[in-house]
């Protein structure tokens, strides 16, 4: 496990998409907001690449990531925002040259592939955090720079419905639900043994959210894990016709039933207005009690 250098203000960020296309205009704007901090930004051309929806090829993905992580200017790359498709770009690139040149990784939804799979074959700490159109208007903004600086070894998060209290240490993984299954029975899937794993995600249908907790432990991936966090399942659907009947709440206590480890349901964190920014593969000390979770870092 590696921590890359702490970003410092006057560094620069540099910015590809991973996903899907955006406007330039969001672009320039995040750019704007970003040196009016203190940083310098470099927006690879592949950014506003077009193919379909997707913002480029593959290929022209992983050439751009590979620029990013070559150049020794840059010390941070953002993912521009989420999307689909980012699945493409793992057999294709080169982990070792990512592991030679340490850089923070940061994003999140469609980027949780790409977090995931860096830290499980290049050993290097990535994080879950906010993607760089967001940066503007992200309320969370001040509190990912402070952990991205090392600034910030703690993260506190109030609401939460702690279904099993504790307290317990691992590794922190995770991210969007649908993108982590899909790492699972890949070679990028991290190993879950004593895994703090975190999981939200956006706009799906709830048996489908069942399928992929029910491939999870199929898989063998959740009897060994430290802890449960389970953020927000953001508009989430259901059949009008023939309701689900079976809440989350009822899907997440029938997939752990047994584990005798904290889980956590609602903590703040996923695709609506809260974000913290977390350390994917760092090992964690977690808190959970009442409606309070604590997760501290080294």
């Not at 790492?183 to 995600?201: C, K, N, S, V, W």
């Not at 449960?228 to 079976?246: A, C, I, R, W, Y």
């Amino acid at each position: 496990m590696i921590y890359p250098p702490p970003l410092q203000q006057g560094d620069c960020i540099g910015v590809m998409a991973t996903s899907c296309w955006l406007d330039e205009g969001d672009l320039l704007k995040a750019k704007a907001f970003m040196e009016g901090k203190g940083y310098n930004v470099y927006i690879h051309p592949q950014a506003t690449a077009r193919h379909n929806q997707s913002a480029g090829s593959a290929q022209e993905k992983v050439d751009a990531f590979h620029d990013l992580i070559s150049n020794p200017d840059i010390k941070m790359i953002m993912g521009a925002r989420g999307g689909n498709r980012a699945t493409t770009m793992l057999d294709k690139i080169d982990f070792d040259l990512v592991r030679h040149h340490q850089k923070i990784l940061i994003g999140y939804s469609d980027v949780t592939v790409l977090l995931n799979a860096v830290y499980k074959e290049a050993g290097i700490v990535t994080y879950h955090g906010p993607l760089f159109r967001e940066l503007p208007t992200h309320p969370n903004f001040d509190a990912m720079l402070d952990t991205v600086s090392g600034k910030t070894k703690k993260i506190i998060m109030t609401g939460c419905r702690v279904l099993q209290p504790g307290e317990t240490g691992g590794v922190m993984l995770g991210g969007n639900l649908s993108l982590f299954q899909a790492l699972q029975g890949t070679p990028y899937a991290p190993d879950m043994h004593r895994a703090i794993l975190f999981l939200e995600d956006i706009g799906d249908h709830i048996s489908r959210y069942d399928r992929m907790l029910t491939h999870l432990r199929n898989a063998g991936m959740l009897k060994n894990i430290a802890a449960l966090l389970v953020g927000q399942f953001t508009d989430m659907k259901d059949s009008e016709d023939n309701p689900f009947g079976f809440t989350l709440e009822d899907i997440i206590r029938e997939h752990t039933a047994g584990l005798n480890i904290p889980i956590i349901m609602d903590a703040p964190f996923g695709h609506g207005d809260a974000l913290p920014t977390f350390p994917v593969g760092a090992p964690i000390k977690l808190t959970a009690s009442e409606e309070t979770v604590t997760l501290s870092f080294s």
